[in-house]
């Protein structure tokens, strides 16, 4: 299922999509960033960054210039309301979910608390 960011509560910001896009220039033709959420981490949930050629049928498809963001609905669920960022701080570069939903994360914002 493809939807634009207006149809769904979770935004990809400029920064992540321009990397993404940069990301994905560098992969075969069809392949997405997958955004998940597992169980797991410091704690309790975890994001997961990945890539993958496979659209399943209840994924949802989040487009911003050359990016193209997969979600599943399990994930989507944990990810309301988010936007997903990519920061470049002095402690180094990485992709970072801004989850209002979460009550509390870990230091490195890779696992969270709902």
Partial sequence: MSATTDEISVTVSA???ERIGRILTGEPEGTFFRVSVEGGG?????????????????DIVIRRDDA???IDQVSLQFLQGSEIDF???LIGQSF??????AKASCGCGT???L
């Avoid at 704690?43 to 209840?58: M, N, T």
């Fill in 68 to 70: 193209a963001v997969l």
């Fill in 42 to 58: 410091c704690s309790g949930f975890q994001y997961k960054f990945g890539f993958d050629s496979e659209v399943a049928e209840d």
């Fill in 96 to 101: 970072k979910v801004v989850n209002p939903n």
């Fill in 15 to 17: 920064s992540a999509a």
């Fill in 87 to 89: 920061v470049d701080e």
């Fill in 111 to 113: 696992s969270f608390t």
